[in-house]
T-cell receptor, first 110, second 114 residues
Framework: EDQVTQSPEALRLQEGESSSLNCSYT??????LFWYRQDPGKGPEFLFT???AGEEKEKERLKATLTKKESFLHITAPKPEDSATYLC???????????FGQGTELSVKP | GAVVSQHPSWVICKSGTSVKIECRSL??????MFWYRQFPKQSLMLMAT?????????EQGVEKDKFLINHASLTLSTLTVTSAHPEDSSFYICSASHLNYGYTFGSGTRLTVV
């Protein structure tokens, strides 16, 4: 069974303290790896899609990378407004269902 | 582009009644839509995959007669929670797939059954 595992479950940072979130996935048959941000009481907001090992994408303080067995979401000099739950999801069939990890709840304190 | 509108954003209903949640793709045609359920502090759990013009495919453990899904057009899918009970209280989220924009999510519906 295809699985996606995120770590840590929760992460507390001070403003400006850079860190990384991890997403491990079932390797065989991966078609795409997605990162989403979810604020309380809201639907997930799309951040990045990665398709092949070695690929990197950036947006403001966030950078997503993909290796052959895991993906990282790097947060550089985070601000309190970056506080949210970050979800990783994988897809194994074109147009098929996303398989989500458990999420990492990020809290950035001023 | 690729905006998904979900309505209502929250609803309170009495036990035993039915509630309908709508999911619309505003600026694209979505042949496939997905319905998720999310409990507090947990990730999204896929309930069913909805294809326009055909019956929905439900995930294991999801009651088809309890959660009715209709995808009658390329821009609208609905989820009806029938004979709702307090244990059906949850956050329901829809998603639509788009060739260029991947998977876009609605803003979610908070259902409370009293």
């Amino acid at each position: 069974e295809d699985q996606v595992t995120q770590s840590p479950e929760a992460l507390r940072l001070q403003e400006g303290e850079s860190s990384s979130l991890n997403c491990s996935y079932t390797v065989s048959g991966l078609r795409g790896l997605f990162w989403y941000r979810q604020d309380p009481g809201k639907g997930p907001e799309f951040l990045f899609t990665l398709y092949s090992a070695g690929e990197e994408k950036e947006k403001e303080r966030l950078k997503a990378t993909l290796t052959k067995k895991e993906s990282f979401l790097h947060i550089t000099a985070p601000k309190p407004e970056d506080s949210a739950t970050y979800l990783c999801a994988a897809i194994y069939n074109q147009g098929g269902k996303l398989i989500f990890g458990q999420g990492t709840e990020l809290s950035v304190k001023p | 582009g690729a905006v998904v509108s979900q309505h209502p954003s929250w609803v309170i209903c009495k036990s035993g009644t039915s509630v309908k949640i709508e999911c619309r793709s505003l600026d694209f045609q979505a042949t496939t839509m997905f319905w998720y359920r999310q409990f507090p502090k947990q990730s999204l759990m896929l309930m069913a995959t909805s294809n326009e013009g055909s019956k929905a495919t439900y995930e294991q453990g999801v009651e088809k007669d309890k959660f009715l899904i209709n995808h009658a057009s390329l821009t609208l899918s609905t989820l009806t929670v029938t004979s709702a009970h307090p244990e059906d209280s949850s956050f329901y989220i829809c998603s639509a797939s788009h060739l260029n924009y991947g998977y876009t999510f609605g803003s979610g519906t908070r259902l409370t059954v009293v």
